[in-house]
């Protein structure tokens, strides 16, 4: 299984929204609801930010907002503060029963 | 708050079998499922397989020839076991649960430096 597509980086300003996309197939991202997105700031563990496309588990502010179109799902952190500053990674459950990541987005503020 | 701990040898020699365990600290341990991720200094997340007190494990196709789980329900442990280890195994080792309604890894531990090298 290769893993989902994701920018390399992405930057923007504080104050400012940016959008992460994870590209998939119909296989995995297109195929469920199941798209979840997390954050992991270096020598840390990830966190859990998104699950199901569009759910954020309790504790997890409210701007972060997960969307999917086909086989494509997306991430938009609203209001960048500079704790967004992370590594960002999207995962997907397939339809032979298995758990794929992307490769990952570097978040950077300008 | 459940408390999930990896522990593993830290250094393995090639060729050599990995071992490690992951252990709980609660009762979410039978009522979850629970799945094994690494990730190679500097890279991005792979995830290794999927285990569960009451059902089969599910692992990574492309990891699938070599690994083995198991279960210590006494214990609340989960053991992972990789076989014939190269360098390209060198990586941060998670266990992380997957969360109520089945979808994303809500509970993760800290992680465990693997690595392998003569």
């Known amino acids: 299984q290769s893993a989902l597509t994701q920018p390399a980086s992405v930057s923007g300003s504080p104050g400012q929204s940016i959008t992460i996309s994870c590209t998939g197939t119909s296989n995995d991202v297109g195929y469920f609801n199941f798209v979840s997105w997390y954050q992991q700031h270096p020598g840390r563990p990830p966190k859990l930010l998104i699950y199901e496309v569009k759910n954020r588990p309790s504790g997890v502010s409210g701007r972060f907002s997960g969307s999917k179109s086909g086989n494509t799902a997306s991430l938009t952190v609203s209001g960048l503060q500079a704790e967004d500053e992370a590594d960002y990674y999207c995962?997907?459950?397939?339809?032979?029963?298995?758990?794929?990541f992307g490769g990952g987005t570097k978040v950077t503020l300008l | 708050q459940v408390q999930v701990q990896e522990s593993g040898p830290g250094l393995v020699k090639p060729s050599e079998t990995l071992s490690l365990t992951c252990d709980v600290s609660d009762d979410s341990f039978n009522s979850h499922y629970w799945g094994w991720i690494r990730q190679p200094a500097g890279k991005g997340l792979e995830w290794i397989g999927r285990m569960y007190t009451r059902g089969t494990p599910a692992y990574n196709p492309s990891l699938q020839s070599r690994v083995t789980t198991s279960i210590d329900t006494a214990k609340n442990q989960f053991s992972l076991k990789l076989t014939s280890v190269t360098a390209a195994d060198t990586a941060v080792y998670y266990c992380a649960r997957v969360g109520e309604d089945g979808d994303g890894f809500d509970i993760w531990g800290p992680g465990t430096v693997i690595t392998v090298s003569s």
């Open positions: 995962s997907s459950y397939t339809n032979i029963a298995t758990v794929i």
